[in-house]
C-alpha cells in the first residue's frame, strides 16, 4: 500500500529534511512552501533531490486563519490524486514529526485500509465558539492580513463591527449538518474522491468559505461525514497536539517534558516542533522510538535488560484505577514494583501522588529520567527476587505484568518481597489465559493468586477488585487484585 504526505511548510528547513526522510519506503512526498515564506530556492532544491519527494509547490501565500489554507491543502489533494497511486493521504505541517516506527505506521493503515481518519465534532459544540457559529457568520479578512497579533486584533475589531451593527451572514445550509475538525487528516483515496468530486460538481459550499474563519476546520469533515453519514470514518487523527501555552505558542511548542504524552497513547504525528525548544525531543524519538525496536533480553529472575520504551505498554485506565482507589483508601505512598521505564511513576506523580518506583531492568534509571521532570528522584533498579532491605513500607504496592513473567522457583520470594514492602495494600495483575507466543508467562486462576496472597497474611478485597476490573475493562486474560494487610 501506497501513501502521499502532503506537507504544508513556511520554516525549519532542516527540520523539514529530517521530517521527510522518515518517508523512506512506500510513501510519496509532496511540499508546499508558503510563498512569503523566506525559505531559499537552494534550500527547495535541496527538498527535491530527496528520493520520496514527488514534488515541491510555492503556489499560494497562506495566512492563518484565511480562506488561503484551504485553497493550499485542496490543490495538494488534487496534485496527489492525479499523480501518484496513493491509497491513503496524510496532511501534515513542516512542524510536525512522527511518534512511530515507520513500519507500525505502514502496518496502523493495512489493518486499518478503507477507514479515514478525521478529528471531527457534530457543530454547534460547546468546544466550537460556545455552542455558536460565529466562524460561519461574519467575514474574516485573514488574507488580506500579515500574520500578527496587530492583524488578529485589527481582524477581531472588523468583526466586532459587524456584531455591532448586526451584520451578520447566514450559516451555510448545503447540509444538514455541519461539522468541525482538526486540520489535519489521514483519509484513503475513495474519500479524497469524493471530496473533489463534490467540491467540482457542487461548488456553492467550498466557495461561502471565503472569508469564513479557518474554513479548513470545517469544509473537510462536513463534506466527507454527510456523504458517507460517517461511515468508515474514525473521528481520531492520531495526532498528539497540546492545546496550552508553552514555549511562546499555542499550541504549545513541544519539548522534552512532553515525551511522556507520546508514550501513553496510540499517536502517528505530533506538533508543534520549533528551535531551540525541540532539539532534545526530536533526537530522543529517533533514538526510542522511531529507531526503537532494540533488544529484550530476559534475565534469570525473569526481568528484562531493555533499553527502550516501545515493549512496554502504558493503560491510561488503569492510571485512573489507581487514582480512584488511593482516593477511597486514603493512600498517602505508593511503590511502583517492576515499574518498567516509569510511565505509571511519571503519570502518578503528576496527580500530586508519592510515588517511587523500582524494576530489575538495569537502564531503568536512564530511562524514567527522561520521563520524569529534571528534578525529580528518577526510578531505581531492584529486582523482587532477591533479598530487599526496608525502611519504610509503602501504604500501597503496585506489581503490574510482573509476577506472571517471575519463574516458578522464585514465585514465592517475590510475593514475600510485596508483603515485606507494603503498610496495607497490594495491588497485581495475573493472566487467567495463556497464548501460544506467550513464552515464560506463567498462568494461575483466581483460587491460586489468592491463596499464593493468603500465605503471607494479605486477603483479597473484593469489592476494591471488582472496581479495578471494572474501570480498566480487561482483555478477558488478565485480572487485577487488591490484596490488604490482614494486620
Given at each position: 500500500m501506497k501513501h502521499a504526505v502532503?506537507?504544508?511548510?513556511?520554516?525549519?528547513?532542516?527540520?523539514?529534511?529530517?521530517?521527510?526522510?522518515?518517508?523512506?519506503?512506500?510513501?510519496?512526498?509532496?511540499?508546499?512552501?508558503?510563498?512569503?515564506?523566506?525559505?531559499?530556492?537552494?534550500?527547495?532544491?535541496?527538498?527535491?533531490?530527496?528520493?520520496?519527494?514527488?514534488?515541491?509547490?510555492?503556489?499560494?501565500?497562506?495566512?492563518?486563519?484565511?480562506?488561503?489554507?484551504?485553497?493550499?491543502?485542496?490543490?495538494?489533494?488534487?496534485?496527489?490524486?492525479?499523480?501518484?497511486?496513493?491509497?491513503?493521504?496524510?496532511?501534515?505541517?513542516?512542524?510536525?514529526?512522527?511518534?512511530?516506527?515507520?513500519?507500525?505506521?505502514?502496518?496502523?493503515?493495512?489493518?486499518?485500509?478503507?477507514?479515514?481518519?478525521?478529528?471531527?465534532?457534530?457543530?454547534?459544540?460547546?468546544?466550537?465558539?460556545?455552542?455558536?457559529?460565529?466562524?460561519?457568520?461574519?467575514?474574516?479578512?485573514?488574507?488580506?492580513?500579515?500574520?500578527?497579533?496587530?492583524?488578529?486584533?485589527?481582524?477581531?475589531?472588523?468583526?466586532?463591527?459587524?456584531?455591532?451593527?448586526?451584520?451578520?451572514?447566514?450559516?451555510?445550509d448545503c447540509f444538514d449538518h455541519?461539522?468541525?475538525?482538526?486540520?489535519?487528516?489521514?483519509?484513503?483515496?475513495?474519500?479524497?474522491?469524493?471530496?473533489?468530486?463534490?467540491?467540482?460538481?457542487?461548488?456553492?459550499?467550498?466557495?461561502?468559505?471565503?472569508?469564513?474563519?479557518?474554513?479548513?476546520?470545517?469544509?473537510?469533515?462536513?463534506?466527507?461525514?454527510?456523504?458517507?453519514?460517517?461511515?468508515?470514518?474514525?473521528?481520531?487523527?492520531?495526532?498528539?497536539?497540546?492545546?496550552?501555552?508553552?514555549?511562546?505558542?499555542?499550541?504549545?511548542?513541544?519539548?522534552?517534558?512532553?515525551?511522556?504524552?507520546?508514550?501513553?497513547?496510540?499517536?502517528?504525528?505530533?506538533?508543534?516542533?520549533?528551535?531551540?525548544?525541540?532539539?532534545?525531543?526530536?533526537?530522543?524519538?529517533?533514538?526510542?522510538?522511531?529507531?526503537?525496536?532494540?533488544?529484550?533480553?530476559?534475565?534469570?529472575?525473569?526481568?528484562?535488560?531493555?533499553?527502550?520504551?516501545?515493549?512496554?505498554?502504558?493503560?491510561?485506565?488503569?492510571?485512573?484505577?489507581?487514582?480512584?482507589?488511593?482516593?477511597?483508601?486514603?493512600?498517602?505512598?505508593?511503590?511502583?514494583?517492576?515499574?518498567?521505564?516509569?510511565?505509571?511513576?511519571?503519570?502518578?506523580?503528576?496527580?500530586?501522588?508519592?510515588?517511587?518506583?523500582?524494576?530489575?531492568?538495569?537502564?531503568?534509571?536512564?530511562?524514567?529520567?527522561?520521563?520524569?521532570?529534571?528534578?525529580?528522584?528518577?526510578?531505581?533498579?531492584?529486582?523482587?527476587?532477591?533479598?530487599?532491605?526496608?525502611?519504610?513500607?509503602?501504604?500501597?504496592?503496585?506489581?503490574?505484568?510482573?509476577?506472571?513473567?517471575?519463574?516458578?522457583?522464585?514465585?514465592?520470594?517475590?510475593?514475600?518481597?510485596?508483603?515485606?514492602?507494603?503498610?496495607?495494600?497490594?495491588?497485581?495483575?495475573?493472566?487467567?489465559?495463556?497464548?501460544?507466543?506467550?513464552?515464560?508467562?506463567?498462568?494461575?486462576?483466581?483460587?491460586?493468586?489468592?491463596?499464593?496472597?493468603?500465605?503471607?497474611?494479605?486477603?483479597?478485597?473484593?469489592?476494591?477488585?471488582?472496581?479495578?476490573?471494572?474501570?480498566?475493562?480487561?482483555?478477558?486474560?488478565?485480572?487485577?487484585?487488591?490484596?490488604?494487610?490482614?494486620?
Amino acid at each position: 500500500m501506497k501513501h502521499a504526505v502532503l506537507i504544508m511548510a513556511h520554516k525549519e528547513i532542516e527540520h523539514l529534511c529530517r521530517l521527510v526522510r522518515y518517508f523512506e519506503r512506500d510513501c510519496y512526498v509532496f511540499i508546499h512552501i508558503d510563498k512569503k515564506s523566506d525559505i531559499k530556492k537552494e534550500d527547495i532544491r535541496k527538498l527535491e533531490r530527496l528520493e520520496q519527494v514527488a514534488a515541491v509547490y510555492r503556489k499560494f501565500s497562506v495566512h492563518w486563519g484565511g480562506f488561503s489554507i484551504l485553497r493550499c491543502e485542496m490543490f495538494m489533494l488534487r496534485e496527489a490524486l492525479a499523480r501518484c497511486d496513493a491509497e491513503y493521504f496524510h496532511l501534515i505541517s513542516g512542524q510536525d514529526y512522527p511518534v512511530c516506527p515507520l513500519n507500525d505506521f505502514l502496518d496502523f493503515f493495512e489493518e486499518n485500509s478503507g477507514k479515514s481518519f478525521i478529528q471531527y465534532v457534530h457543530l454547534p459544540h460547546p468546544r466550537w465558539e460556545g455552542y455558536t457559529f460565529t466562524r460561519f457568520q461574519y467575514f474574516y479578512i485573514y488574507d488580506w492580513m500579515k500574520n500578527g497579533k496587530k492583524s488578529y486584533r485589527f481582524v477581531k475589531k472588523i468583526v466586532d463591527f459587524q456584531k455591532r451593527h448586526a451584520l451578520k451572514r447566514r450559516v451555510p445550509d448545503c447540509f444538514d449538518h455541519l461539522y468541525g475538525n482538526s486540520q489535519w487528516f489521514s483519509i484513503c483515496r475513495q474519500a479524497v474522491s469524493d471530496l473533489l468530486d463534490y467540491t467540482r460538481s457542487h461548488p456553492a459550499l467550498y466557495r461561502r468559505m471565503w472569508m469564513t474563519f479557518a474554513p479548513e476546520e470545517s469544509y473537510i469533515s462536513t463534506v466527507l461525514v454527510n456523504l458517507n453519514q460517517g461511515r468508515d470514518i474514525v473521528p481520531c487523527n492520531y495526532r498528539y497536539i497540546r492545546w496550552k501555552y508553552e514555549n511562546g505558542s499555542t499550541p504549545a511548542n513541544l519539548c522534552m517534558k512532553h515525551f511522556h504524552f507520546l508514550l501513553e497513547r496510540k499517536y502517528l504525528f505530533a506538533r508543534k516542533f520549533e528551535s531551540p525548544y525541540c532539539k532534545e525531543l526530536v533526537e530522543t524519538i529517533d533514538k526510542y522510538i522511531i529507531h526503537g525496536e532494540k533488544e529484550v533480553r530476559v534475565m534469570e529472575n525473569g526481568g528484562w535488560d531493555y533499553d527502550g520504551f516501545l515493549r512496554y505498554s502504558y493503560e491510561g485506565e488503569f492510571t485512573r484505577a489507581v487514582l480512584h482507589i488511593c482516593k477511597y483508601t486514603k493512600v498517602d505512598s505508593v511503590l511502583d514494583m517492576g515499574c518498567g521505564a516509569g510511565a505509571y511513576v511519571a503519570a502518578l506523580r503528576r496527580e500530586g501522588l508519592a510515588v517511587a518506583g523500582y524494576d530489575a531492568n538495569p537502564n531503568t534509571e536512564k530511562l524514567s529520567g527522561l520521563l520524569l521532570p529534571e528534578d525529580d528522584e528518577p526510578c531505581g533498579q531492584a529486582s523482587l527476587t532477591e533479598d530487599l532491605e526496608v525502611e519504610d513500607k509503602f501504604d500501597l504496592v503496585i506489581c503490574k505484568d510482573v509476577l506472571p513473567y517471575i519463574p516458578e522457583n522464585l514465585e514465592a520470594k517475590a510475593v514475600e518481597n510485596l508483603a515485606l514492602l507494603s503498610a496495607k495494600y497490594i495491588l497485581v495483575s495475573w493472566y487467567m489465559q495463556c497464548e501460544p507466543a506467550d513464552e515464560g508467562v506463567r498462568c494461575r486462576q483466581e483460587e491460586e493468586v489468592v491463596s499464593l496472597f493468603e500465605r503471607v497474611s494479605f486477603k483479597m478485597n473484593r469489592e476494591l477488585s471488582a472496581q479495578i476490573r471494572e474501570q480498566t475493562g480487561g482483555d478477558g486474560r488478565k485480572l487485577y487484585y487488591l490484596f490488604e494487610s490482614k494486620h
